[in-house]
C-alpha cells in the first residue's frame, strides 16, 4: 500500500524560503484520483494554458498504462497472462515484456522481497476489522504456495510471457504507479515542461526546479501524525518513494499485524512503520520501498547501501530513525508543522 506521505512544497514561501520566479514561471498543480489513488501533478510553465496542456497529457499517459497493467480489466494483457497461467505463454507488447522484465531483475536483486506473482495470494488476512484471529499456518502456507518470480517465463524472441502453474498471476500494485509517474514525467517533458513533479499517492519524481530557481523541497511526514512533516529533503531531478504500514492493520492479544504480506511466508512484515527511498527513477524506488519493508531493517539497509545513487530513511517499530549511509536530513525549524519526537540516527 501507499499511503500519501511524501509532500510537496510547492510554494516555497510557504517555509519562508526567498526567491523571485525567473522568466515569469510559475508552478500550476492539479490534484486527482487515478488508479485509484490521489495523485498531485505539477508543471512549471509560462501560462496556465501550457502547464495544462502537459498535465492533460500526463493524465492520458497515466490513464493508458493503468489499461495496459490492470489485472481487474478482462481486456488487459495482464488479465490474459492470468488466464492462461498453466496452459500456454502469452504474447505480449514491447512495453509490458519490458516492464515484467525490469520487475524480475528486482526480484533477483531482491532474493525475492519484491514479487509480481504476489498478486496469486489469497487474500486471508482481513484489515477490515472483520477478523478475530490469525489465520492458521496451513492457511497462511496456502495463501504464498503460487507465488514465485522464477516460475515466470520470459521468451524474447516472441516476446511471451508464461506463468507455469494454473492459479499464478502477477500484479504491479507494488511498481505500477512509479512507473507511470516515470512515463507522466516523460510525456510532459516531451511537451517543453522543463521542470515539475508527480506525486502518485506517494511515488513522487521531481524535475528541473521550482519556479524560484530553488530544489523542489519534499516533506517526509511524521507517521505519528501524517498531517505534521518531521522533515525534508531537497531534491533535484529524483524520485521519493514513501511506503507506510499503519493505516491498516490487525490487533490480537496485544500484536499489531501490519497489512504489508512477506511474499515468501505469508505474514505481516514486522520492525519498519515507514520507508523513504530516494533515487532517479519513481519505478525503482517503488518496488525497494515494498523490498525493504520485508527484509527488515538490516536487511534492507544493506541492500540499499549496496546501490549506487539510492538512499533511504527509515522508521522502525521503536519510532527510531535510521538512515542509508549518504542521505542527509534537514529539520525545520519553528514550523507549525515540525515535529520532533523521533530519535535520529546517521547510516543505521
Not at 538490516?298 to 522508521?315: F, M, P, S, T
Amino acid at each position: 500500500m501507499r499511503s500519501f506521505l511524501a509532500l510537496v512544497v510547492v510554494s516555497t514561501s510557504f517555509f519562508g524560503a526567498v526567491g523571485q520566479s525567473t522568466e515569469n514561471l510559475r508552478a500550476y498543480k492539479r490534484v486527482l484520483s487515478l488508479m485509484g489513488s490521489r495523485f498531485e501533478i505539477s508543471a512549471v510553465a509560462k501560462s496556465e494554458q501550457e502547464a495544462n496542456r502537459a498535465i492533460d497529457a500526463g493524465v492520458a499517459e497515466i490513464t493508458r498504462i493503468e489499461k495496459l497493467i490492470s489485472s481487474w480489466d478482462p481486456n488487459s494483457q495482464t488479465s490474459k497472462i492470468n488466464r492462461f497461467a498453466g496452459v500456454e505463454p502469452v504474447t505480449v507488447s514491447e512495453e509490458l515484456y519490458n516492464l515484467i522484465f525490469r520487475s524480475i531483475k528486482v526480484s533477483k536483486l531482491t532474493n525475492g522481497a519484491f514479487d509480481i506473482s504476489y498478486a496469486a495470494i489469497d487474500k486471508i488476512w482481513k484489515f477490515d476489522g472483520t477478523m478475530t484471529k490469525p489465520p492458521s499456518q496451513e492457511q497462511i502456507s496456502a495463501s504464498v504456495s503460487k507465488i514465485n518470480f522464477e516460475h515466470i517465463t520470459l521468451n524474447p524472441s516472441s516476446q511471451s510471457v508464461f506463468l507455469k502453474e494454473k492459479g499464478m498471476k502477477i500484479g504491479f500494485g507494488a511498481i505500477g504507479k512509479g512507473y507511470a509517474a516515470n512515463r507522466a514525467k516523460m510525456v510532459m517533458m516531451s511537451l517543453g515542461i522543463e521542470s515539475g513533479v508527480v506525486n502518485a499517492s506517494g511515488d513522487l519524481i521531481t524535475w528541473g526546479k521550482q519556479e524560484t530557481g530553488s530544489a523542489w523541497r519534499v516533506g517526509i511526514a511524521n507517521p505519528k501524525n501524517i498531517e505534521k512533516v518531521f522533515s525534508w529533503l531537497s531534491v533535484e531531478n529524483m524520485s521519493v518513494v514513501t511506503s507506510g504500514n499503519y493505516e491498516k492493520f490487525f490487533m490480537h492479544e496485544g500484536r499489531r499485524y501490519s497489512h504489508i504480506i512477506n511474499p515468501k511466508t505469508g505474514y505481516p512484515t514486522t520492525g519498519i512503520k515507514s520507508v523513504t527511498i530516494v533515487c532517479p527513477d519513481a519505478e525503482l524506488g517503488d518496488a525497494l520501498a515494498t523490498s525493504v519493508f520485508v527484509m527488515g531493517k538490516q536487511g534492507g539497509l544493506q541492500l540499499i547501501n549496496n546501490l549506487k545513487g539510492i538512499e533511504c530513511l527509515i522508521i522502525t517499530d521503536e519510532d527510531e530513525i535510521v538512515t542509508s549511509e549518504n542521505l542527509e536530513l534537514n529539520y525545520y525549524d519553528g514550523s507549525a508543522n515540525q515535529s520532533k519526537d523521533y530519535n535520529y540516527k546517521v547510516g543505521g
